[in-house]
């Protein structure tokens, strides 16, 4: 159900790969609420997703782009700006990689090399795209841009490895441009931190099945999903949040502010006896 709380706003939405990305959602939710869209990943992206299709369903044109890359970005807005008749209200980074991840190498062993690949990918791109955003003056007055995180940024989870310093980068980011952005131009700059969700990338991630059950034990409400993701993006895309910016909001079922839980201490409690002998000593294997 539409609430056009996008009516007639334009965005950019980076990211969208398949239907398991939270951009697609996004993109979708956008403009069932209203917006015009124009969507953009990598070339290879491009070819090897789903983006034509998502673009064909949405009537959005699709501007592949490496978003490390500046000459691409000053592409994708200026020509964005072109299709949708002016600048754009919105904008969203999804963008995020790992080669340590993907090649399992662990954090007291990174490449470096690949370590600035992690780096470049998934946090600098957001700095490179907000600068050019400003100077080609792209993003409207009160725009509202949203960039994806999650909470490894405060804290230590096994297996997310390096992407827990790009996150950390990238929300440092969102502080740092918000501030300018917001002074000068009255656009807000925001990071949502999303509970851990299913997609492409995030199945790239040790161990993801189980940290998605135990943030799911862990949370009073329960893990959100990509579907829930969206309807808060576009929130933060409406008006109704104009005087909101700088902040990393968690969209995680109160996962970030919990110690324990129930389900999460009855879980533990039951995988501890499996391991105790008659006497409560731990049985080592």
């Given at each position: 159900m539409s609430h056009d709380l996008l009516k007639g706003k334009k965005?950019?939405?980076?990211?969208?790969?398949?239907d398991m990305s939270i951009a697609w959602?996004?993109?979708?939710?956008?403009?069932?609420?209203?917006?015009?869209?124009?969507?953009?990943?990598?070339?290879?992206?491009?070819?090897?997703?789903?983006?034509?299709?998502l673009a064909k369903k949405l009537n959005a044109q699709v501007i592949p782009a490496d978003a490390t890359s500046v000459e691409d970005l000053q592409n994708v807005f200026s020509k964005s700006v072109e299709i949708l008749?002016?600048?754009?209200?919105?904008?969203?980074?999804?963008?995020?990689?790992?080669?340590?991840?993907?090649?399992?190498?662990?954090?007291?062993?990174?490449?470096?090399?690949?370590?600035?690949?992690?780096?470049?990918?998934?946090a600098i791109s957001f700095h490179k795209m907000l600068q050019v955003a400003k100077k080609q003056d792209a993003i409207a007055e009160y725009g509202s841009v949203v960039a994806l995180t999650y909470v490894a940024a405060q804290r230590t989870f096994f297996g997310y490895n390096d992407m827990a310093d790009a996150k950390s980068l990238l929300e440092s980011i969102a502080r740092s441009f918000g501030y300018i952005y917001g002074r000068e131009k009255n656009v807000r700059i925001n990071t949502i931190s999303q509970s851990p969700t299913p997609t492409t990338a995030g199945n790239g991630v040790k161990g993801m099945e189980h940290l998605?059950?135990?943030?799911?034990?862990m949370s009073p409400l329960g893990n959100a999903d990509a579907e829930e993701c969206a309807n808060y993006c576009v929130m933060m895309f409406s008006d109704f949040t104009r005087k909101v910016t700088m902040q990393n909001l968690y969209h995680d079922g109160g996962f970030s502010s919990m110690g324990?839980?129930?389900?999460?201490?009855?879980?533990?409690?039951?995988?501890?006896?499996?391991?105790?002998?008659?006497?409560g000593h731990i049985i080592y294997g």
């Open positions: 965005g950019i939405i980076f990211g969208a790969l398949n959602k996004v993109a979708e939710k956008a403009v069932e609420e209203g917006a015009t869209i124009t969507l953009s990943n990598t070339p290879i992206a491009v070819r090897m997703g789903q983006v034509d299709e008749g002016g600048p754009v209200d919105f904008v969203l980074h999804s963008i995020g990689m790992s080669p340590n991840v993907r090649k399992k190498r662990t954090y007291d062993d990174l490449d470096y090399n690949m370590l600035e690949k992690t780096l470049d990918i998934s998605m059950d135990f943030a799911n034990k324990m839980s129930l389900r999460a201490m009855n879980q533990y409690s039951k995988g501890f006896e499996e391991y105790t002998d008659e006497n």
